[in-house]
């Protein structure tokens, strides 16, 4: 009977659900931060060890996924990357929209803290385009080690371009390493509860939540646009690739691609986790190889809020009037400098000075803002990565469905 038993138990740890494995490693992390604060920062130790596994296995996966794909691709073989890019790029520009009228309909002031960060903010749009387009030339050795995943995913094509003519042998060679390197990917994964039991008991223990209730109204502006975007925008694009019900594959999308963001708070941690659901939901692999890799670059609908909301709160909080037309510049200046952020240390909260210089705020306010971003950044940071990834794979899964069924 004790056998019995615990081979029931190992089989739900090998093989049970991992989306209830994750939800007791959130409980058991969040009861552990309050009983033992000083257990939880010492135990979050496996958070870093989870999160740090998934970014190293993960551009030596999409570099060998993508040159195997490409290499083995036919000729007239069709894949969905054109129409997914257009959802990436119509996505992203419709959440700086919906923030914008966000902020409109309840604008918020800030008080401006006095922290400074040694940070240094891109000077413009060029700045950003520039540090991108360099990052596709980047060395691969370099853009490996570096997880610089315009430049993996420029020589995996290069090199699986250069494969096309290769013979058999050698893209079944390709194709084995692929199929290695996935298998090792499923092996991180199924220790995502334990990862994430070690980060939210440690985020907890260090940070608690009564930091962030002085910052309320900013929260539920920036949050409440990515509900909006997650829930009502997505699953309208959704419908139309697909013409039905979108919200089980949303849900889907949300339930075992965000949750597992919103705590590793990092799209190339998450791009392992997606490649497994794309997998999992039976996607073109020549398809999904690509657009999540390169989703985690340009599919930026939660840096495009994050820019947005924050820039208007410190024009809200100077008593700057904001009229139509320069709203409208904001949101595509934010949805091009969100498609930019990856390629620029910080991330989007380092692009925000670009978007106040539209309303003349000084450098030095506009770095205030910043400071304030990183404070809710525990909340921020972690909606803003489960929206982005969530949606990478979400897109990928409507386009290739669509094809599907034509």
Known sequence: MKQQSNNSILQFITQGSLVLQILIGIIAGSILAVLAPSAATSIGMLGSLFVGALKAVAPVLVFVLVAASVASHKRGQNTQLRPIIYLYLFGTFAASLTAVAMSFMFPTELVLVSTETSANPPQGIGEVLHTLLFKIVDNPISAIMNGNYIGILAWAIGLGIAMHSASDTTKTLFNDVAAGVSSIVRFVIRLAPIGIFGLVANTIAQTGFS?????????????????????????????????????????????????????????????????DLAQRLKLDEDTYSVSIPLGATINMAGAAITITVLSLAAVHTLGIQVDFATALLLSVVAAVSACGASGVAGGSLLLIPLACSLFGVSNDVAMQVVAVGFIIGVLQDSAETALNSSTDVLFTAACCKAAEEK
Request: hydrophobic share 55%; charged share 10%; net charge positive.
């Open 211 to 275: 930091v962030l209730l002085g910052y309320s109204q900013l929260l539920l502006v920036l949050i409440g646009s990515m509900l909006l975007i997650a829930l009502v925008m997505n699953p309208l694009l959704v419908f139309y690739k697909i013409r039905r019900n979108p919200y089980p594959l949303v849900f889907k999308c949300l339930r075992e691609s965000g949750v597992t963001a919103f705590f590793t708070r990092s799209s190339a941690a998450n791009i392992p986790v997606n490649m």
